[in-house]
């Protein structure tokens, strides 16, 4: 294969993925970023002597990570160190009380036995049905659905199977008790979408934790991020930080390389944006050279919730607390709130969280004798008129009294660093359409096919990676995004 010029447009995982992929096939890469580190959504923030991990912290199917470093000859530990955390999740309902997910099928039973014992056998089927859906469709989170086709044959399966039931309904056939209901189901709003909406062909998901785990990079996500980054300028790739694209060039109906803000062009023999779809064909494909319907097409996707998400770190640990690493508190009122995150027109006044505590298992994030967290809250995207400079801090006042009343005893009082972002951060920063925070929602009409595809329809050497295109968001949908462009591209020759 001749040895070509290739530009990727954005540095989070899918980027990365796809630039690291081009260099070991021997393109001549570029990567350029618009802020001053590598990570897109998976930024580190670094404050008064904590480092708060922005985006993804839950990681799975660490082997993706592995195959990146060992196309190169290296091995993945040498850069980053992944540690099993357990359990995977605690989740807690309205009274406090909690329910330990993790990976130990013993330790999982008791766990349902514990809560509801009329409900385990009813959890042994659903993890047999989740497990027969991910030996069926696994196989496909790492191919390109370009054409009808693609999904047309995987259709049969999909229907015989059940999986365009969704998640929650699928859940209910087997549980009766309602929290249980809840867990069981709320994998969705991890990739952006609703358990009410998402297709329970994403419940391979589960299996994926159950069969790899759920790990922490140590030294937060930012470490993995470094780690990947080195091996990308290691092997040759060319990296350029504060450097913003305002334009991808189109000629003759193909991309020929991207205008930056500051004027300058870099001419290019493939374009691979790791960006927003849709605020691509907004933003940086002129126009002129677009077809309408595609841009109007994309406008008309139903695009993700948003999040609300406070850094903070504390002068006092909190070891004698309930908290694990990982923590999802959930409100009675379920299906309602989704629902109004989804579909509603402002803020609701319950709110559902995670709260992230990693130096449960990694104490080098924060000074000695401190604690690191960030609470995330699910949240309207822009498409709703929630004015977030106004009521931003009032929001944040009513979460942080949520967690000292219920969980962290004189929180406000301890806090010695704190950072937020909202809506407005993920649309003018991560440059989301409408502040989206995983891009296009993962519903059953906007999956695979009917999802933005990998390589433009319009422009045959643009391609899309990240977490608005297929298969996904997650960090192994967007690393396996970043896998599909460079195969797309390997067999273009």
Not at 4 to 9: A, D, F, H, Q, T
Not at 15 to 44: C, F, N, P, S, T
Not at 45 to 55: E, I, P, R, S
Not at 181 to 202: A, E, N, V
């Amino acid at each position: 294969m001749a040895a070509k010029k290739m530009v990727v447009i954005g540095g989070g995982f899918g980027g990365l993925a796809a630039a690291i992929r081009l260099r070991q096939q021997g393109h001549d890469v570029m990567l350029l970023e618009k802020r001053d580190q590598l990570g897109g959504r998976g930024y580190q923030y670094h404050l008064n002597g904590f480092k708060f991990d922005g985006g993804p912290t839950v990681i799975t199917a660490p082997y993706m990570f592995d195959e990146l470093f060992a196309g190169s000859g290296r091995k993945r530990e040498d850069y980053f160190q992944l540690v099993p955390v357990d359990p995977f999740y605690r989740i807690f309902d309205e009274h406090g009380r909690h329910f330990d997910y993790g990976g130990s099928p013993q330790a999982m039973l008791d766990e349902v036995r514990r809560w509801s014992p009329g409900d385990v056998t009813g959890y042994q089927r659903l993890m047999q049905r989740v497990e027969k859906i991910f030996d069926r469709f696994y196989q496909y989170t790492d191919k390109p659905f370009l054409h009808l086709p693609d999904m047309l044959k995987i259709m049969p399966a999909m229907i015989g199977m059940g999986t365009m039931l969704s998640m929650y309904p699928l859940t209910a056939l087997h549980i009766k008790d309602p929290f249980l209901r809840k867990i069981f189901s709320f994998h969705p709003l991890l990739i952006g979408g609703s358990p009410f909406s998402t297709p329970s062909i994403f419940a391979l998901i589960m299996h994926v934790e159950k069969k790899w785990g759920v790990h922490y990079g140590m030294g937060g996500t930012g470490a993995i991020v470094e780690g990947l980054g080195r091996l990308y300028s290691e092997i040759g790739g060319h990296l350029c930080l504060n450097t913003e694209v305002q334009e991808i060039m189109i000629r003759g109906g193909r991309a020929v390389g991207v205008r930056l803000a500051n004027g300058d062009e870099i001419p290019a023999d493939a374009v691979i944006c790791n960006g927003d779809v849709t605020h691509a064909y907004q933003h940086l494909i002129p126009a002129a050279a677009q077809k309408p319907l595609t841009r109007w097409r994309l406008q008309k996707l139903t695009h993700s919730f948003s999040l609300f998400v406070i850094y903070f770190g504390t002068q006092r640990r909190y070891l004698d607390s309930q908290l694990a690493h990982h923590n999802v508190i959930l409100t009675r009122r379920y299906s309602g709130l989704l629902r109004d995150i989804h579909h509603g027109k402002h803020l609701p006044d319950d709110f559902a969280l995670y709260l992230h505590m990693p130096t449960r298992t990694d104490s080098s994030i924060a000074p000695e004798g401190c604690e690191s967290f960030y609470v995330l809250s699910v949240v309207p995207n822009l498409g709703a008129p929630i004015p977030w400079q106004e009521v931003g801090q009032r929001y944040r006042d009513r979460i942080m009294q949520f967690l000292e009343d219920n969980y962290l005893p004189d929180l406000q009082a301890n806090i010695i660093a704190e950072h937020r972002i909202d809506p407005l951060h993920f649309q003018k920063t991560l440059n989301s359409y409408q502040g989206a925070a995983f891009g296009v929602q993962p519903s059953l009409l906007q999956s695979a096919w009917m999802r933005p595809h990998n390589r433009s329809d319009e422009f045959p050497n643009l391609y899309f990676v990240g977490a608005a295109t297929h298969p996904g968001a997650g960090v192994p949908s967007v690393l396996s995004s970043g896998k599909i462009a460079a195969e797309l591209i390997a067999q273009e020759g």
